[in-house]
C-alpha cells in the first residue's frame, strides 16, 4: 500500500468514527430535548455512515479475484441467501 493511499484510509475511517459521533450527539439531544427533527437528522447520519461503510466494502469486493470472491460468497451464504446473486452481479464490473 503506497504512502497516500493509507493517509486516504486513515481520513476515510476518522470521518466515519466523527459522523457515528455526531450521530450519537443528535440522538442524544433527540432523546433530551423530544425532537423528532433532531431524531430523523441523527438517523439520516448514521444512514450516511453506514453508506461509506459500505462503499468502502465494494471497493474491497472489487479487488478480490474470482476465487477469493467465490470463497466470501460461501462463507456469507449462511447470513443472506441471494448473497451469491448480489456479488455476482458486482463481479463484471471489475474488469
Given at each position: 500500500?503506497?504512502?497516500?493511499?493509507?493517509?486516504?484510509?486513515?481520513?476515510?475511517?476518522?470521518?466515519?468514527?466523527?459522523?457515528?459521533?455526531?450521530?450519537?450527539?443528535?440522538?442524544?439531544?433527540?432523546?433530551?430535548?423530544?425532537?423528532?427533527?433532531?431524531?430523523?437528522e441523527?438517523?439520516?447520519?448514521?444512514?450516511?455512515?453506514?453508506?461509506?461503510?459500505?462503499?468502502?466494502?465494494?471497493?474491497?469486493?472489487?479487488?478480490?479475484?474470482?476465487?477469493?470472491?467465490?470463497?466470501?460468497?460461501?462463507?456469507?451464504?449462511?447470513?443472506?441467501?441471494?448473497?451469491?446473486?448480489?456479488?455476482?452481479?458486482?463481479?463484471?464490473?471489475?474488469?
Open positions: 500500500m503506497t504512502s497516500g493511499s493509507s493517509k486516504t484510509e486513515l481520513v476515510i475511517y476518522v470521518a466515519i468514527m466523527g459522523n457515528l459521533v455526531i450521530a450519537s450527539m443528535k440522538f442524544l439531544a433527540a432523546a433530551h430535548t423530544g425532537s423528532s427533527a433532531m431524531l430523523s441523527g438517523i439520516h447520519s448514521t444512514a450516511d455512515t453506514e453508506e461509506v461503510l459500505l462503499n468502502i466494502e465494494a471497493q474491497f469486493v472489487l479487488t478480490l479475484s474470482a476465487n477469493e470472491l467465490a470463497k466470501v460468497v460461501s462463507q456469507l451464504r449462511r447470513y443472506h441467501p441471494n448473497i451469491k446473486r448480489i456479488f455476482m452481479e458486482v463481479a463484471p464490473m471489475k474488469g
